[in-house]
């Protein structure tokens, strides 16, 4: 018969024994918390330079219309320009210009861009299918020193064209066609006049009174002319005499 001490031994051993086959207790699980993961924010789409429009009364600028009949309304314009000179400066801003806008109008925006750092505006006008309907246009304070052997087209009062070179001399002059300038016959002249020059920048006018689409066209026409390449152009508003030098210089 065994002994109390011995059996006591043995049931403490089979108790440690099987407590060493309980299965521990399960990890506890991650607090769940509702706060919000913070988004990086998007940057800001980069502003581009305004909308520029010129037609029969006037021009609009990011959509601040100016009414260019009015006495105020060059300063306006001017102000208007400057306001916006960080997003002009440097860029190549889109004008659009309606047909029946006067010449001076153009000018003014296209000398107020010059002076707000801007070196050439992509000028949008209709014009006939075959020709472009824009053109890179300079403006003119921000000319310097152009080649004396450039040319200068114009319509005239009679709605015919006068081509010459800016240093000066005899005009060529070609009457008015079935509907408006005859500028195949007026590119004939551009092509003649032009020979052995090799500026690439073309000087546009018209007379007082005509309508920009019609020195728009002259400008577009020079497009399709074969033995020339222009690049530029620039607009000379109601200045220009057939014949006579144009003092640009600077």
């Known amino acids: 018969m065994?002994?109390?001490?011995?059996?006591?031994?043995?049931?403490?051993?089979?108790?440690?024994?099987?407590?060493?086959?309980?299965?521990?207790?399960?990890?506890?699980?991650?607090?769940?918390?509702?706060?919000?993961?913070?988004?990086?924010?998007?940057?800001?789409?980069?502003?581009?330079?305004?909308?520029?429009?010129?037609?029969?009364?006037?021009?609009?600028?990011?959509?601040?219309?100016?009414?260019?009949?009015?006495?105020?309304?060059?300063?306006?314009?001017?102000?208007?320009?400057?306001?916006?000179?960080?997003?002009?400066?440097?860029s190549v801003p889109t004008v659009?210009?309606?047909?029946?806008?006067?010449?001076?109008?153009?000018?003014?925006l296209l000398d107020a861009l010059g002076n707000a750092g801007v070196k050439r505006a992509?000028?949008?006008?209709?014009?006939?299918?075959?020709f472009p309907g824009e053109l890179h246009f300079v403006p003119l304070l921000v000319v310097n020193k152009p080649a004396p052997c450039s040319v200068i087209g114009m319509i005239t009062e009679d709605r015919g064209s006068a081509v010459w070179k800016i240093s000066g001399g005899a005009a060529g002059k070609r009457g008015k066609g079935m509907a408006g300038p005859d500028?195949?016959?007026?590119?004939?002249?551009?092509?003649?006049?032009?020979?052995?020059?090799?500026?690439?920048?073309?000087?546009?006018?018209?007379?007082?009174?005509?309508?920009w689409g019609l020195a728009y066209d002259l400008a577009a026409a020079t497009k399709s002319?074969?033995?020339?390449?222009?690049t530029d152009y620039v607009l000379i508003p109601e200045k220009a005499v057939p014949g006579h030098a144009l003092d640009i210089a600077k």
């Open 2 to 90: 065994k002994s109390r001490a011995g059996t006591a031994f043995v049931i403490a051993a089979a108790l440690a024994a099987s407590g060493c086959d309980d299965p521990k207790p399960p990890a506890p699980a991650p607090a769940v918390t509702d706060t919000p993961v913070a988004e990086t924010p998007k940057p800001a789409a980069p502003k581009g330079p305004p909308t520029l429009f010129v037609d029969d009364s006037g021009a609009s600028i990011g959509g601040n219309r100016i009414d260019l009949n009015q006495p105020e309304g060059l300063p306006k314009l001017k102000a208007s320009v400057d306001e916006n000179q960080s997003l002009l400066a440097g």
């Open 96 to 108: 659009g210009v309606d047909r029946k806008a006067k010449l001076p109008h153009v000018g003014a």
């Open 122 to 130: 992509l000028v949008r006008t209709t014009t006939r299918t075959d």
């Open 183 to 211: 500028l195949t016959l007026t590119g004939e002249t551009i092509e003649r006049v032009a020979k052995n020059c090799d500026s690439k920048t073309f000087f546009v006018s018209a007379a007082a009174g005509v309508e």
């Open 225 to 230: 002319l074969p033995k020339t390449a222009f």
